[in-house]
Structures are given as C-alpha cells and as structure tokens.
C-alpha cells in the first residue's frame, strides 16, 4: 500500500504561484511513477503532469505546457507540481496519483494509476 498526502494548495490570484507537494509513504518511493491530476466542478478529472521514477521523464497536459512543472526528490518521498502563471480555469482539487505497475513510464490517464490522495483545493481569482 502506499498513502499519499497532498499540500500546498490555496486561493492565489491570476498571474501567481504555488507549489504543491505530495508526500508518499509505505513503498519504495523510487519504485513508482507519479502524476499529477485535478477536477474542477462539474467537470471530469484530468491529467496535469507526470514523472518517471528517475524524474528524467515527463509529460504535461497542454493547457499547463510551459506553466507547470512537475518534479521529485527521491530521498524525501516527495513529488512537487510548481504552478506559475496561474489562471481561473486552474481552480480545482489537485490529487497526486502513483503507479507501481510501470514506474519507467509516464502514464496519462487516470487508470494507469493505482494509488491516490485526497487533494487539495487551488482556487485562482480573476
């Protein structure tokens, strides 16, 4: 089992940043890939960025390309997602996902992933 506890999150206005971290515990850190996803109200969950377990791959939704960027300190347990430049339609819960099933690849899509957190809430004022 692995747990996940996301922080970080909160209300910043557009034009800010923030950083969001998400602390892993109860596997080998180094033996997952990680991935970064939110759901705004009313809509479906979507994919934000991803990272190999050497951090040396990445993917990212398009509508962060550039923005955002996705990180991991293997010896802290820890993935980052730094946001810059943040807009109103960034506002949603973020969850930190973990995939022990091919730790080498950066999976996109929800079900590739097997362990999640409970989120935390980033709201973005126009």
């Known amino acids: 089992q692995v747990q996940l506890v996301e922080s970080g999150g909160g209300l910043v206005q557009a034009g800010g940043s923030l950083r969001l971290s998400c602390a892993a515990s109860?596997?080998?850190?180094?033996?997952?890939?990680m991935g970064w996803f939110r759901q705004a109200p009313g809509k479906e969950r979507e994919f934000v960025a991803a990272i190999s377990w050497t951090g040396t791959g990445t993917s990212y939704a398009d509508s962060v390309k550039g923005r955002f960027t996705i990180s991991r300190d293997n010896a802290k347990n820890t993935v980052f997602l730094q946001m810059n430049s943040l807009k109103p339609e960034d506002t949603a819960v973020y969850y930190c996902?973990?995939?022990?099933?091919?730790?080498?690849?950066?999976?996109?899509?929800?079900?590739?992933?097997?362990?999640w957190g409970q989120g935390t809430q980033v709201t973005v004022s126009s």
């Open positions: 996902a973990a995939d022990r099933r091919l730790p080498t690849v950066v999976v996109v899509t929800s079900g590739g992933y097997d362990y």
């Open positions: 109860g596997r080998t850190f180094n033996s997952l890939a």
